[in-house]
């Protein structure tokens, strides 16, 4: 008989091993993702920092509950508290309270870092200085016409009845605010209080009030009012200490002419010199187009076509005019054809670029005839000068408006203008290097750009390739690599790292966080290096994460900027890679990084990994590839696969993908496919501008040879497919190669000859898209190279087809007109081949809702029939594999 002890020992141990059996099968056997699973994925969003760094907020959206909950909390952990459905939050200027309002009208004031709140119900919504010292806040009720003022030290309450609306000045000294006073001439007067002083001043007496504005240091306010009777607004001006306000704007600076405006203020000047505001024109109706006639007359003449001329009829027209508030100047700053790209800081220099109203976009773009015209404008109305360069270019003004730095796209190489002077100076001549960014360079060379400047205007920041450079707006001193070439040396795109950077000046000798990124290994992190220093970047970190892929276009969640507090170096980043949810980080010195959010709703389901695979072509071309793995994955199995691409796809490799119905209302879901049992590939191509088509070819059909040498793939169950230019590529496969067994096309194009000479629903001519510079990169006009756009059409290979085709197309998609789908759908049913079309009267290029349920559901079922084996559905009729 065995020893009681040893008895419990077996039992124990029995016991033990059943059950770590037991729990591991639990962790093993996670649940695939199917739609039931799609809304258990938050959304996070509206990150906040406090200016002192110590608290953070930031909203949770649910999906299923379709609700939003805002989380405050300590920014390295402790204490936190969470409040359901808050549609606005604020810190105020103190960093110790947080103020919201949630959808009920319900108002909290929130002591940060305590159990103490306040609640007041029926408020319709609040305000609280930007800055100062956190000292007031000010709400209206929903029902009640009054305004009540809370301040924080003294904890009283003020209630100011009538108030129809109010602001406060940024550093929270003045609360202006509009009350009903049926003493006044029009019943309404603007109150300007100085919160310090608890002195009121009666701004103004008269009519309806439309709209309020305050500046900071100086205090100006300025106010609309408007005569309905007269149906036209006056535009007021009041400085603190005034006797009374001025009279800047009326309807008189248009004349006679009735079709002009004043529509609303945009801003103030610093300084309180300008004040910028904006005016609506009624654009008329030319008689040739409006008429009504059994005829539309086209011709070569009309700059635009007709449909686009009849969509822009009855627009309403806008455009800014600023005036000069010591001299009652009035200038036109901006026409509805023209975009502001930059103001010096003190707002009294304008860059400003012209595009050709009479003209289609894609028509100013591509014909020289039609490029932009540049122009500086000072806001006190004296200078209106016409540069001498054209569009499309990269163009910049400088902080202080002493020069305008622009790329010449037929020199390559940064030009700048110096205002005072009129002279314009080469000043990147001495330097050898690439200007052009890495991610554009087989579709358009286009320069990555100006970075910022240093204090006076006395040196500007450019990108290259990889580093950055500074250099004089002089062209006298010698220009530095201030990233010492280490980004080239080591395939690293360089950028500067903050949001900040780009609206404010850098100081030599300053530390500069840069964003990194490299190209072979897809890591992204963070660098640092002092301006003036010449040394290496120094790593902070550099990993198999995404914080954010600045200027990426192939990465849809490719994170933001890290958001800083007023007052600190501390920081929030949003931090995600394959396996890890986009949660958000709070880092002091982007070294260390502590979780705010801990979400992980992907630990529950049958997720997926990713590994970056490479290969080569037939011709010795190096490529990247992005495999999708299922948890789950056993080496043992054959595993079937699908081909997914679109321009370069390797840069997804640490991209987190949410699952839903299609990803971008289009594609396949990945996180689907692969938790049910499939592989994906992601392979990147590189095209040969004027055929892209045999770049395709060559990409996939080498990827799909090394992708069949994997002992885990089923190689005769390879499929392809990709939406819009991914459709392109996957018309263009079916049609020339036979290797893969399955394929889907949306929202895509067959034939690029017949595509050229058509125009969108919008009325848009697509030849631009297939010319220098678009997307279909045919590098020429049609007449140009007739046998390339021949060759690179699938529609004209139809009868080499043997793969089975699925195609999805909206009846309205405004980019690729649906006869392309239906012409090669119609060539291969004349030809005898397995093609199905999908028409959506809903969506367009794009679908959401029912038309994405069910599209996914057919595509779904598509691929399980061919590439599974599993039984056909009944739309696809009776087939045999």
Request: proline share 4%; glycine share 6%; aromatic share 14%.
């Amino acid at each position: 008989m065995m020893p009681v002890t040893l008895i419990k020992t077996i039992v124990f141990t029995i016991f033990f091993g059943l059950f770590f059996i037991g729990c591991y099968s639990q962790e093993i056997a996670k649940p695939a993702i199917n739609d039931t699973a799609y809304d258990k994925w938050p959304y996070l969003k509206d990150p906040a920092i406090t200016p002192d760094g110590k608290y953070i907020t930031y909203t949770v959206y649910n999906a299923s509950k379709k609700s939003d909950t805002v989380v405050l909390k300590k920014s390295k952990g402790g204490w936190e508290v969470k409040f359901a459905d808050i549609y606005y939050s604020q810190f105020t200027s103190d960093s110790r309270r947080a103020v919201l309002i949630d959808t009920a009208n319900t108002l909290y004031t929130i002591l940060l870092g305590s159990a103490y709140f306040d609640k007041t119900l029926g408020v319709h919504y609040f305000k609280i200085p930007a800055n100062g010292n956190g000292e007031w806040l000010a709400f209206k009720h929903v029902k009640k016409e009054d305004m009540v003022l809370v301040n924080f030290i003294t904890k009283k309450e003020m209630i100011y009845s009538s108030v129809s609306d109010f602001c406060f000045s940024d550093d929270g000294r003045i609360l202006l605010y509009v009350i009903d006073d049926p003493n006044c001439p029009g019943e309404q007067k603007i109150v300007w209080r100085n919160l310090e002083k608890r002195k009121d001043v009666i701004v103004w007496c008269g009519r309806r009030v439309e709209s309020i504005f305050i500046n900071g240091f100086p205090s100006v306010a300025v106010f609309i009012t408007t005569d309905e009777a007269k149906n036209s607004k006056k535009i007021w001006y009041y400085k603190e200490s005034s006797d009374m306000p001025v009279l800047l704007v009326d309807q008189n600076i248009f004349g006679s002419n009735r079709e002009f405006a004043l529509d609303n203020i945009l801003k103030i000047s610093a300084d309180g010199k300008y004040v910028f505001f904006t005016v609506t024109k009624e654009e008329k109706i030319n008689d040739r187009k409006s008429e009504s006639s059994i005829v539309k007359i086209w011709s070569s003449q009309d700059p635009k076509l007709q449909l686009t001329e009849v969509s822009d009829l009855h627009k309403d027209r806008f455009g800014t005019m600023v005036i000069d508030v010591d001299s009652r100047r009035v200038t036109i700053l901006r026409e509805d054809n023209e975009l502001i790209l930059g103001s010096s800081v003190d707002d009294a220099m304008h860059l400003v670029e012209r595009i050709p109203e009479e003209v289609d976009l894609e028509e100013s773009i591509r014909n020289e005839n039609f490029f932009s015209n540049f122009y500086i404008r000072s806001a006190d109305g004296q200078l209106d000068m016409l540069l001498k360069f054209k569009g499309p270019h990269i163009a910049a003004i400088s902080p202080n408006g002493k020069y305008i730095v622009y790329f010449d796209n037929e020199k390559s190489e940064y030009v700048s203008y110096e205002i005072a002077s009129g002279k314009y100076r080469n000043i990147t001549e001495r330097i050898n290097t690439s200007w052009y960014g890495y991610y554009f360079k087989d579709i358009r060379d286009r320069p990555r750009g100006i970075a910022t400047w240093t204090k006076d205007d006395e040196s500007v920041l450019i990108y290259d390739r990889f580093d950055i450079w500074m250099v004089d707006p002089n062209g006298i001193k010698d220009p530095v690599n201030i990233t010492s070439g280490f980004g080239r040396q080591n395939n690293i795109i360089f950028y500067l790292g903050l949001a900040t950077y780009s609206n404010r000046i850098v100081l030599k000798g300053q530390p500069l966080l840069l964003n990194a990124v490299s190209i072979d290994t897809k890591e992204n992190g963070y660098y640092e290096k002092a301006l003036g220093k010449d040394v290496a970047p120094k790593k902070l970190t550099m990993g198999n994460y995404i914080y954010q892929l600045i200027d990426n276009p192939y990465v849809m969640r490719n994170g933001i900027y890290p958001l800083k507090a007023r007052d600190k170096d501390a920081f929030i980043v949003v931090r995600m890679n394959a396996t890890e949810y986009p949660n958000f980080f709070y880092t002091g010195d982007f070294i260390n990084f502590y979780p705010i959010s801990t979400f992980q709703p992907e630990k529950s389901f049958n997720w997926y990994t990713t590994e970056l695979h490479s290969w080569k072509t037939e011709e010795g071309e190096a490529l990247q590839g992005v495999l999708y793995k299922p948890d789950d994955f056993d080496p043992k199995k054959k595993y079937p696969v699908i081909f997914h691409y679109y321009e370069k796809k390797s840069f997804e490799l640490n991209d987190y993908l949410i699952p839903s119905y299609l990803n971008n209302g289009c594609n396949i879901d990945i996180p689907t496919y692969v938790s049910n049992g499939y592989l994906i590939f992601l392979p990147d191509i590189n095209y040969v501008v004027g055929d892209p088509m045999t770049s395709t070819l060559s990409a996939l059909t080498s990827a799909a040879r090394y992708v069949e040498r994997l002992p885990y793939v089923n190689k005769g169950r390879i499929g392809i497919g990709g939406c819009s230019f991914g459709g392109i590529q996957t018309n263009y496969l079916v049609t020339h190669t036979n290797i893969f067994s399955a394929a889907y096309s949306s929202s895509s194009m067959s034939d690029f000859v017949s595509a050229y000479g058509s125009i969108t629903r919008g009325g848009k001519s697509l030849q631009a898209y297939f010319e220098p510079g678009g997307q279909g990169r045919m590098a020429g006009t049609l007449w140009q190279a007739p046998d390339m756009y021949i060759k690179n059409s699938a529609v004209f290979n139809a009868d080499k087809a043997i793969t089975p085709l699925l195609l999805m197309h909206t009846t309205n998609d405004g980019l690729c007109p649906f006869s392309q789908a239906l012409e090669l759908f119609m060539a291969l049913r004349r030809l005898g081949k397995r093609v199905w079309l999908l028409e959506y009267t809903e969506g367009n290029h794009h679908i959401e809702g029912k038309s994405a349920v069910d599209f996914s559901i057919r595509l779904k079922q598509f691929f399980d029939y061919y590439l599974k084996g599993l039984p056909a559905p009944a739309w696809m009729g009776n087939l045999k594999l």
